[in-house]
């Protein structure tokens, strides 16, 4: 049968399925919590193809047992069109080494915090200082070993704040038990949906999701999640990791009953049986900072210096983990204001960076954008002359490095943006420090942003899922227009709901003269 034969086969046990239900389209409409354009469209021939997400929610609306849900996702994908051979590429995530065995990987390529030095230091030391082997640590590895001889797949999910070494302990965790299997490391949903749907997550890989919000939010998420979760409870050997900070993602992810349900296939995900959370503490217990001691003493008669400082800073409240990354010392720099650890464009730079994440600019933020948000807030004396003034204060952010000698890390280590790999040739993007994002995001959450960050974020940002956050966050704090303008350009590339934002927005009440705040 062709894709478009399946596809009309699918379509037909949808009604199938509805005429069983005894469901009138509006029935199934408030059921779904779908458009009624949306529902109307997976049910009709001649429409566009429906995505997994939309069948899914039509599903299980109607109640359709498991067998019949699995039975349809089949059909699904054998009704996707086949690619033209001059479309036809492999596709490889944005940061991929999935060609690699995990004993060849470089931890900071998996971003694994560096430690930070006491001071500024002639070097030698390694990247990464002695492991100590906490409690959950053994918990990680007695979820993973049974998948990695033979059992059922399982993905493990690492939750905690920032900073508390979660991605640390996935990586020695897999060094040890898995040193001779590929990493698959996706850069974005689409790329995750890619690996699953092309079958290149088999039993001699680990699939890698490190800040799993980067893939359990956005238009593929549902499709994504539901795809991973099929393949884990139907699969013996497959083995998944990733992280995710407990508060807001993991909470707001697997919250039921909220309207809409934007998160129903990813709870599904990290609440089904082949998921395993394990609870990384903010915090060394007693024994933890006893045995912390015994190791950093030996480390300082090597030399290294590394453990006793972060011993030294953290032990009242046992947040040593976080003192060898760094990051009190980099928070405590960012909120001493301009002029100090930061110049002023420094400060308004990365300030701007910390709001547009907290608005719900969730893909790395382009620098052009930042330099006019920037700029904006910049008082006129304090504006720089110069071309490259933008591009030096990004470089100073993103590496530590001022031309004048002088620097912006945290003692030669930590630095308060970052600059993700990249395919080549793509230009260069940023990221704030996760630390400074989930510190400083709370002690702001209330604040509206600046109009300068509003106009860069309708100008620079291109990415339909960040419009369409960044669209409802401008409507929550009165700024109309730049809802209107970012729902508007959510519509033009492409995003399957953001119609119905935008309409709204635009209704007699909020727009009497239907000029459309354009």
Not at 7 to 21: I, N, P, S
Not at 56 to 80: C, G, I, P, V, Y
Not at 222 to 250: F, H, I, M, N, S
Not at 507 to 517: I, K, L
């Amino acid at each position: 049968m062709t894709a478009d034969a399946k596809l009309a086969a699918l379509r037909e046990q949808l009604r199938d399925l509805r005429g069983r239900a005894g469901l009138t389209m509006s029935d199934l409409h408030v059921r779904s919590r779908l458009g009624r354009t949306t529902v109307s469209q997976a049910l009709n021939d001649g429409a566009p193809r429906p995505s997994w997400a939309t069948v899914a929610a039509l599903a299980k609306a109607m109640k359709a047992a498991s067998s019949m849900t699995d039975a349809l996702h089949e059909l699904w994908k054998e009704a996707q069109p086949p690619v033209p051979r001059s479309q036809q590429h492999v596709v490889r995530p944005q940061t991929a080494i999935d060609d690699q065995l995990i004993a060849d990987v470089d931890p900071q390529a998996l971003e694994v915090h560096p430690a930070v030095l006491a001071a500024p230091d002639p070097g030698g030391y390694p990247f990464l200082p002695s492991y100590l082997s906490r409690a959950h640590d053994a918990e990680l590895r007695s979820h993973l070993k049974p998948a990695l001889q033979g059992g059922k797949s399982v993905l493990v999910m690492l939750t905690g704040d920032s900073a508390t070494g979660k991605t640390r302990a996935l990586y020695e965790a897999l060094r040890e038990l898995a040193s001779r299997r590929r990493l698959l490391r996706p850069g974005t949903s689409g790329d995750l949906l890619s690996i699953l749907l092309e079958g290149r997550f088999e039993n001699d890989t680990v699939l890698w999701l490190n800040e799993s919000q980067r893939f359990f939010y956005g238009q593929d998420a549902e499709q994504t999640a539901a795809e991973l979760r099929r393949l884990l409870v139907t699969t013996t050997r497959l083995v998944a990791v990733g992280t995710l900070w407990t508060d807001p993602y993991w909470e707001e992810l697997t919250r039921p009953g909220r309207a809409g349900d934007p998160h129903g296939q990813v709870r599904g995900l990290l609440d089904s049986s082949a998921t395993c959370r394990v609870m990384v503490p903010d915090h060394l217990s007693d024994a933890e900072l006893r045995q912390w001691r015994t190791t950093a003493r030996a480390e300082e008669e090597r030399g290294d210096r590394r453990l006793i400082d972060a011993l030294r800073a953290g032990a009242a409240d046992g947040s040593v983990v976080q003192h060898l990354s760094g990051g009190p010392a980099l928070l405590a720099a960012y909120r001493s204001g301009p002029g100090s650890h930061f110049n002023h464009v420094e400060h308004a730079m990365l300030g701007a960076a910390l709001d547009a994440r907290r608005l719900g600019h969730r893909s790395p933020l382009p620098g052009g954008l930042l330099a006019d948000a920037a700029d904006g807030t910049l008082h006129p004396r304090r504006r720089p002359s110069g071309e490259t003034w933008a591009e030096d204060a990004l470089k100073a952010l993103s590496t530590g490095e001022r031309g004048d000698g002088r620097r912006t890390d945290i003692r030669h280590t930590l630095t308060a943006m970052h600059a993700p790999l990249s395919r080549s040739g793509d230009e260069a993007v940023y990221e704030p420090a996760d630390y400074l994002v989930q510190h400083v995001g709370h002690q702001h959450a209330d604040r509206p942003g600046a109009p300068s960050l509003w106009r860069a974020l309708v100008e620079h940002t291109t990415n339909a899922d960040d419009l369409v956050e960044l669209g409802t966050s401008a409507a929550n704090h009165g700024y109309l227009r730049q809802a209107a303008l970012l729902w508007r350009k959510a519509v033009l590339a492409g995003h399957p709901t953001s119609g119905y934002a935008l309409a709204a927005l635009l209704d007699e009440a909020n727009d009497p003269h239907q000029q459309g705040s354009l």
